[in-house]
């Protein structure tokens, strides 16, 4: 079956900084990615839907400078959470479309980044 | 997006059979029922999908009624293991985002 990867699988990183997560589709192509939040006992909720070679779109409420979204391939999009702070930490999700797969709709998702902001 | 429902939890015994059920009343035509499992700090994992009557794969059966205003995923024989959260979702295009419901809390007692 089609694999997302994702890295770092964890992170910790002290409050002001910047932190990239990597979303990447391991043996299919996908031009839309998604990116979620969980946190504890939750449900994921989407905060942006990446598109390869254009603007993410943001759902709202998602501030957009502060989550920059980049899908620069068919195969790989980034989240930095920038000046992050204590709330920001969370369970980090990305899922992925298969390009060439035609019938019904699928995610795969990715592992998840647990995110400690300190 | 058809609004999903679903129990909020259920409990059952290791060796049953665990039938939970999901609610779609807005279902569209070209929609497509999917259901995840997801287990704490993991990825949401596919189980099955489908459009109409049943679907059977190694994991599960998935049982669709004629008006497809709800969905039925079963687990034949549960284990301890299949304690997770199961996710009922529900759209069509292939451009579609999803939106995850609350999901129902599986709890398998030994």
């Known amino acids: 079956g089609a694999v997302v990867s994702q890295h770092p699988s964890w992170v910790i990183c002290k409050s002001g900084t910047s932190v990239k997560i990597e979303c990447r589709s391991l043996d299919f192509q996908a031009t839309t990615m998604f990116w979620y939040r969980q946190f504890p006992k939750q449900s994921l909720m989407l905060m942006a839907t990446s598109n390869e070679g254009s603007k993410a779109t943001y759902e709202q409420g998602v501030e957009k400078d502060k989550f920059l979204i980049n899908h620069a391939s068919l195969t790989l999009s980034t989240l930095t959470v920038t000046s992050a702070h204590p709330e920001d930490s969370s369970f980090y999700i990305c899922?992925?479309?298969?390009?060439?797969?035609?019938?019904?709709?699928?995610?795969?998702f990715g592992p998840g980044t647990r995110l400690t902001v300190t | 997006l058809a609004k999903t429902t679903q129990p909020i939890s259920m409990d059952s015994y290791e060796g049953q059979e665990v039938n939970i059920t999901c609610s779609h009343n807005n279902i569209a035509t070209n929609d497509y029922i999917t259901w995840y499992q997801q287990f704490p700090s993991q990825g949401p994992r596919f189980i099955i999908q489908g459009y109409k009557t049943k679907v059977t794969n190694e994991v599960a059966s998935l049982f669709i009624p004629a008006d497809r205003k709800s969905s039925t995923l079963s687990l034949p024989r549960v284990s301890l293991s299949d304690t997770a959260v199961y996710y009922c979702l529900v759209g069509g295009n292939r451009d579609d985002k999803i939106i995850f419901g609350k999901g129902t809390r599986l709890h398998i007692l030994p």
């Open positions: 899922s992925a479309r298969d390009l060439n797969r035609r019938e019904g709709y699928e995610q795969y």
